[in-house]
């Protein structure tokens, strides 16, 4: 088994919060807050700081695994994006999609959610491309 990088499982996390700060503000912010039906005021009224913490600490969960996939796989920097970007697409995805299903969410906030995985699992894909 490879080596596994704090440092890099922190910054591949870091990625993955950074695309959701910018999907969910300037990209869309306002039209997901629209398909999930929250106000201005019920987002203003929430512990950010609790949400915004226990997101992070699943993003690190997230980074953690896929340190553990590289170091038992070593793959190359394309392996990397392509392991990373296919987390997204075919577990995560599906997976939301799955939940949503069942809640009777739309397609279009199935799109934007979905969306911002398989970005979010790119840009921690190529911190680890990167980085090691």
């Known amino acids: 088994m490879g080596d596994i ?3 890099t499982i922190i910054l591949g996390a870091v990625a993955f919060f950074a695309v959701g700060a910018i999907w969910y503000s300037v990209l869309f912010g306002k039209a997901w807050q629209r398909e999930v039906g929250l106000s201005d005021e019920t ?18 969960l ?7 996939q590289f170091a038992m796989t070593n793959p190359s920097d394309r392996g990397k994006m392509m ?6 697409a075919t577990l995560m995805a599906p997976a939301i999609g799955i939940n949503y299903l069942y809640q009777r969410r739309s397609g279009k906030l199935f799109a934007i959610d979905a969306g911002h995985f398989i970005v979010g ?10 980085m090691d």
Not at 62 to 68: D, P, Q
Not at 83 to 88: E, K, R
Not at 121 to 130: E, N, Q, S
């Open 83 to 88: 392991i990373a970007i296919g987390y997204g």
């Open 5 to 7: 990088s704090l440092l």
């Open 43 to 60: 987002i203003g009224n929430a512990n950010m700081p609790l949400i915004f913490g226990l997101c992070f600490l699943f993003e690190l």
């Open 121 to 130: 699992m790119a840009a921690m894909g190529a911190v680890y491309a990167l």
């Open 62 to 68: 997230i980074s953690t695994m896929l340190a553990h």
